[in-house]
């Protein structure tokens, strides 16, 4: 079984994704939960984690509504807001038995024209909060904001943080100082063990000639850091499709990681995110 911990779904006739621009055309269409199973055929993916992909509660409202394989929700609350608290209730209020729920929370830092958001005094309150409700936090994070999210974890020390994308690594300009400045992150994030990190995005910041990119070593590099009870594969379908079809992508992450035991690779490709995502969440019928 394959848990595949980070896809997204949209609808850009529902709501504003400022980032689908003309850059990424063919993606900026409806993909619902149809897309997202003609996606996984004919593979042994059986249940996903979808993650939030703008600012508004009203997209993770109709992720939440979304039938299997959708097992749980990354979400989005407005972490500098005084009402947290209720705005995660408020969610939880919309998930109907047997359905996804509410299982972690991000935010597209990255974007953010400050650097340092994350290390923001509100939005290490905020994180605090989800700490306190057992709700694991989402890092979007590139380079530039690497300090700010360190800031933030060592803040929040009983919190759970998920490092997406692996920090999102230069790979179409991979060179030596590319991998060592990229795997010192790795490391700062991985001495930290309330810290996990995605397998995830790679094939996308490795750029249009990505099957000519070392994806595979930034991947094993991930495991190496981590360990494998702390990486979790995620396809980032279907920004992933700018690059290749879902199954390519999935392979890609398999033959990469081929070398570990069956009790590693059970870890990467499941274990782990269920664990974190998914441990309190009751079966779909």
């Known amino acids: 079984m394959i848990l595949d911990a ?73 972490l500098t807001a005084p009402d947290v608290v209720e705005q995660l209730a408020a969610l939880v209020d919309l998930e109907r038995p047997g359905g996804p729920r509410l299982v972690g929370i991000r935010h597209l830092a990255h974007d953010e024209p400050d650097r340092d958001w994350l290390a923001r005094d509100d939005v290490i309150a905020g994180v605090r909060v989800l ?42 300009h991979d060179d030596t100082d590319v991998r060592i400045a990229w795997r010192a992150r790795m490391d700062d994030l991985a001495a930290r063990p309330n810290v996990l990190c995605k397998v995830s995005g790679l094939v996308t910041e490795a750029g249009a000639d990505w099957r000519d990119r070392p994806v595979a070593h930034y991947a094993r590099q991930v495991v190496e850091a981590f360990g494998p009870d702390r990486s979790l594969f995620g396809s980032d379908w279907p920004v992933s499709t700018l690059q290749g079809e879902y199954a390519e992508v999935l392979r890609t992450a398999s033959d990469a990681l081929a070398d570990l035991s069956d009790d590693e690779r059970d870890a990467v490709f499941h274990r782990t995110a269920e664990r974190v995502y998914l441990a309190a969440v009751p079966p779909q019928t």
Do not use: C, N
């Open 6 to 78: 980070h896809h997204h779904l949209w609808d850009p006739a529902d709501r504003d994704y400022a980032w689908l621009d003309d850059s990424v055309a063919p993606i900026r269409r409806r993909f619902d939960v149809d897309d997202l199973r003609a996606a996984v055929d004919g593979t042994d993916v059986q249940a996903t984690i979808a993650v939030q992909a703008v600012h508004d509660p009203a997209e993770t409202a109709w992720l939440l509504s979304r039938p299997a394989p959708v097992a749980g929700v990354v979400g989005w609350v407005d």
């Open 131 to 172: 700490a306190a409700a057992g709700m694991p936090f989402d890092l979007l994070v590139r380079d530039r904001e690497h300090a700010a999210a360190v800031t933030l974890v060592d803040a929040v020390p009983d919190g759970v943080f998920v490092l997406d994308h692996a920090g999102k690594p230069d790979i179409a």
